[in-house]
């Protein structure tokens, strides 16, 4: 079992920058993705990066360019550096994991990017 435990949310001004952190209780140096979703009100719960464990990423297009999808393995943690923050990505923000076929999440952490 993999528990995630996300931080670094908060309340920025539209252009500021935020780092999330997503610490998981047992070695990640072995699973091989990990993501970054986030969840609007009234909305579906969308893809925002990957990380594989060859360090390669990918990036849901609205945010390209502006975030980066990191991990520390000898601290089982991921982290976004999320800069140049717009309204629109106001969100809860989860760490995921899959671990064969069983979904693993945090509990979320609110980004509120104000105009």
């Known amino acids: 079992q993999v528990q995630l435990v996300e931080s670094g949310g908060g309340l920025v001004q539209a252009g500021g920058s935020l780092r999330l952190s997503c610490a998981a209780s047992?070695?990640?140096?072995?699973?091989?993705?990990m993501d970054w979703y986030r969840q609007a009100p009234g909305k579906q719960r969308d893809l925002v990066a990957t990380?594989?464990?060859?360090?390669?990423?990918n990036y849901a297009d609205s945010v390209k360019g502006r975030f980066t999808i990191s991990r520390d393995n000898a601290r089982n943690t991921v982290y976004l550096q999320m800069n140049s923050l717009k309204p629109e990505d106001t969100a809860v923000y989860y760490c995921?994991?899959?671990?064969?076929?069983?979904?693993?999440w945090g509990q979320g952490t609110q980004v509120t990017v104000s105009s």
């Open positions: 995921h994991t899959k671990v064969y076929v069983v979904d693993y």
């Open positions: 047992t070695s990640i140096f072995r699973i091989n993705v």
């Open positions: 990380i594989t464990s060859g360090g390669s990423t």
